[in-house]
């Protein structure tokens, strides 16, 4: 079976530094990997994910993450943040890449204090 | 992108009562639907995958009785909340896949906030 684990339940962060919120896994098979946002009273949004080759895989809005097997980790990173930025960070893991089956992590609030 | 669209997005309702929520997938065919469930300052947790034409898969310690999943179409799928009360009240989100496999995610409903008074 998988699991997720998000380490931080909260991050608070001053507006343009920048963040890591961490991530990892922990499964017997291979998994795709990825990295939802929820802002307030709102569904999910795919922010990226890791499916397979390059291990350092980007938003389009300034977030990356790398994929470390040997650590089976999954962070998200962002070198300077954004007010708009404060929301829900939900790390997930599949068995399959086009499944919707999901199995999330405990969530990560991001505050982003001017 | 692909749409999903929930609706309700807030419902409240009476202790005893049922309530239904739609999942539509606006833009694309989706064969299955995933239904989830999110507790205040908890993650989300899968609670049956809905199969067009056939009946839910529901993961363990979920009642089917208490959320009947209707699949009927390829771009629709409801849960109904039977019997409703207080500690059914949580934020409920749909997912769907394209029938096609042409992603490689699921999208999600913006979700339903179900309070039960």
């Known amino acids: 079976a998988q699991s997720v684990t998000q380490l931080d339940s909260q991050v608070p962060v001053f507006e343009e530094a920048p963040v890591e919120l961490r991530c990892n896994y922990s499964?017997?098979?291979?998994?795709?990997l990825f990295w939802y946002v929820q802002y307030p009273n709102q569904g999910l949004q795919l922010l990226l994910k890791?499916?397979?080759?390059?291990?350092l895989v980007e938003s389009i809005n300034g977030f990356e993450a790398e994929f470390n097997k040997s650590q089976t980790s999954f962070h998200l990173r962002k070198p300077s943040v954004h007010i708009s930025d404060t929301a829900e960070y939900f790390c997930?893991?599949?068995?399959?890449?086009?499944?919707?089956?999901?199995?999330f992590g405990q969530g990560t609030t991001l505050q982003v204090k001017p | 992108g692909a749409v999903v669209s929930q609706h309700p997005s807030r419902v409240i309702c009476k202790s005893g009562t049922s309530v239904k929520i739609e999942c539509r997938s606006l833009?694309?065919?989706?064969?299955?639907m995933f239904w989830y469930r999110q507790f205040p300052k908890k993650s989300l947790m899968l609670m049956a995958t809905?199969?067009?034409?056939?009946?839910?898969?529901?993961e363990q310690g979920v009642e089917k009785d208490k959320f009947l999943i209707n699949h009927a179409s390829l771009t629709l799928s409801t849960l109904t909340v039977t019997s409703a009360h207080p500690e059914d009240s949580s934020f409920y989100i749909c997912?769907?896949?394209?029938?096609?496999?042409?992603?490689?995610?699921?999208?999600f409903g913006q979700g339903t906030r179900l309070t039960v008074v």
């Open positions: 809905s199969n067009e034409g056939s009946k839910a898969t529901y």
């Open positions: 499964s017997s098979v291979s998994v795709y």
């Open positions: 833009d694309f065919q989706a064969t299955t």
């Open positions: 997930a893991v599949s068995r399959s890449s086009n499944t919707g089956k999901l199995i």
């Open positions: 890791y499916l397979s080759g390059s291990t």
């Open positions: 997912s769907a896949r394209d029938l096609l496999g042409r992603n490689t995610e699921a999208f």
